[in-house]
């Protein structure tokens, strides 16, 4: 099966918050990431949360890792039209190391 | 400072042909790191580049290979073209040792006819 899985859409309100999930596979992964990809753009890093952390927050941003059911998501507050975009999780067990496997990203979309 | 930058956009190539994709690192990094995104997937690891070796590969065919040069920049090469090169060819740029943070290019799209 896929190392790490993604609902293929989400689609919310403006204003709304969006919540992102992810599952992964890997026990030992390190690192977990949130990529934000725009139309025939490269992709963004938005954030990243080590395994040993239950939560990070950025402004708009919160991630929650819960390590035991191996489920990362990622919440945006206020859900602007600029939030349209694909947004990818991704892992690694590496420090600087690694390359980083990939889910199949979860396109937002935003309903007026 | 500019972020990382890749050569060129777009490409079109026929089979069997050979390609080489450009990429420069965002200033400070020295690993790259090479990734292949199919339409409608995520993107795929090819490889790593650290000190001018490849340090860490993925499941990729010997036909892709690849260089790091003194300056940091690096090279994919890919060989012996399939229809199922077509892709979006993105390049990342790190600091080792620093939280494998990974900033990426605006990748180069490959198109093999």
Not at chain 1, 68 to 81: G, V
């Amino acid at each position: 099966g896929e190392d790490v899985e993604q609902s293929l859409f989400l689609s919310v309100r403006e204003g709304d918050s969006s919540v992102i999930n992810c599952t992964y596979t890997d026990s030992s992964s390190t690192y977990l990431y949130w990529y934000k990809q725009e139309p025939g753009a490269g992709l963004q890093l938005l954030t990243y949360i080590f395994s040993n952390m239950d939560m990070k927050q950025d402004q708009r941003l919160t991630v929650l890792l819960n390590k035991k059911d191996k489920h990362l998501s990622l919440r945006i507050a206020d859900t602007q039209t600029g939030d349209s975009a694909i947004y990818f999780c991704a892992e690694t067990r590496g420090r600087g190391a690694d390359g980083l496997t990939f889910g199949k990203g979860t396109h937002l979309i935003i309903q007026p | 400072d500019a972020g990382v930058t890749q050569s060129p956009t777009h490409l079109i190539k026929t089979r069997g042909q050979q390609v080489t994709l450009r990429c420069s690192p965002k200033s400070g990094h020295d690993t790259v790191s090479w990734y292949q995104q199919a339409l409608g997937q995520g993107p795929q690891f090819i490889f790593q580049y650290y000190e001018e070796e490849e340090r860490q590969r993925g499941n990729f065919p010997d036909r892709f290979s690849g260089h790091q040069f003194p300056n940091y920049s690096s090279e994919l090469n890919v060989n012996a073209l399939l229809l199922g090169d077509s892709a979006l060819y993105l390049c990342a740029s790190s600091q080792r040792g620093v939280y494998n943070e990974q900033f990426f290019g605006p990748g180069t799209r490959l198109t093999v006819l």
